[in-house]
């Protein structure tokens, strides 16, 4: 049987080496380092076998204002890899919908390049308020795309029919299933590199403050404006929380929320079809 419609592996495997280094020049403390990583994946489901090679850059620096107020500034470039059931190359048809997925195993990384600037002012012990402003240029965004009303491959046609939802005689069996080798009728998703370039942009407040007692309080917000739907991305993003700890042990209760996101592309022109959230 055709491994793209029953269980899979992904094997991916990473090598490398970094370099780093600290200077101090009066208040200012500067980190500089570079990193190369060669990455190798293959799986069963699918013949590709892909290794990519990436060299990343960063630099941190940090200025001592006074002892309880720092200004920082950092650049780095950074890959981001697939999900890995991404890269199986599995397929899932749902007969009933017309519809199939597909796994993309040509599927290559995200590439970031990212500049943070920041300052922290530590008003107590283990106490601050900070605040960052950032930007980041992401080049081979990982994207769903979902083709409508297309004719599926025979290849994969052929997968979708061994659904025991065609078995006339089977437990499964339901007319209703459109049939897979049906021109003009499926919808097809699968996963690929984005040829456009997404510029995000936006800032983050966080704020910690603990008593004498142990108890403290953490407290973040975040915004991200960006030039077009990033998936997985809310707007704006809160989390609050409370805590206790001493020298045997702690408690903390913490709220996470965030606007709705989308994870996929819009569908029969309905632009929230895979939205998620708020949350």
């Known amino acids: 049987p055709d491994t793209r419609n029953g269980n899979y592996f992904v094997t991916e495997e990473t090598s490398g080496f970094y370099v780093d280094a600290d200077y ?4 200012v403390i500067i980190n500089a380092g570079v990193r190369y990583v060669e990455t190798t994946v293959s799986g069963n489901a699918s013949d590709l076998k892909e290794t990519y090679d990436n060299v990343l850059p960063a630099i941190n620096l940090t200025y001592n204002v006074t002892e309880d107020l720092l200004l920082r500034a950092a650049w780095s470039e950074n890959v981001v890899r697939p999900n890995p059931q991404s890269l199986t190359g599995q397929v899932s048809g749902t007969p009933i919908n017309a519809s199939v997925s597909i796994a993309n ?3 290559g990384p995200e590439t970031v390049n990212s500049f943070d600037l920041g300052a922290e002012w530590y008003f107590a012990d ?3 308020v900070g605040i960052t402003y950032f930007q980041k240029e992401i080049t081979d965004a990982i994207t769903s795309f979902t083709a409508q009303g297309v004719t599926l491959p025979t290849a994969i046609a052929d997968i979708v029919a061994d659904d025991p939802i065609y078995v006339v005689d089977g437990p ?10 049906k021109e003009g009728a499926w919808d ?11 510029n995000i942009k936006g800032f983050e407040i966080a704020a910690r403050y603990v008593t004498e007692m142990g108890i403290g309080i953490d407290a973040n917000y975040t915004y991200i404006d960006s030039d077009d739907i990033v998936q997985g991305l809310s707007e704006n993003a809160y989390n609050l929380g409370v805590f206790y700890e001493n020298d045997t042990w702690g408690a903390r209760l913490f709220l996470n929320a965030r606007d709705d996101y989308q994870t996929g592309g819009p569908k029969d022109g309905n632009e929230s079809q895979n939205n998620t959230g708020p949350t």
Do not use: K, L, Q, R
């Open 24 to 27: 101090f020049i009066g208040d």
């Open 105 to 107: 195993p040509g599927v």
């Open 126 to 128: 283990e106490s601050y």
């Open 172 to 181: 499964s069996y339901d007319p209703s299933a459109v049939d897979p080798y």
């Open 188 to 198: 097809m998703t699968t996963s690929a590199n984005s040829s456009e370039i997404d």
